[in-house]
């Protein structure tokens, strides 16, 4: 027990070794552009979708009223 506690000050002593780095600027991962682009791809499908759904009710409306 005694060795358990010595282990887990000593890396609460220690600072995270990335703590110490400056923060590197990366450009966006292949992986984050494609979730970018296939979710404003999604979102403008989905807006298309319900402006088409809300046309379609306002000309039936119109239509059998």
Known sequence: MFYYIQIVNKRWNNPEPSANK???????????????????????KSTEYIRNAQQNYYLERRLFC
């Open 22 to 44: 400056a923060p590197t600027i990366s450009k966006p991962s292949e992986v984050e552009e494609v979730n970018e682009k296939s979710s404003e791809f999604a979102k403008a």
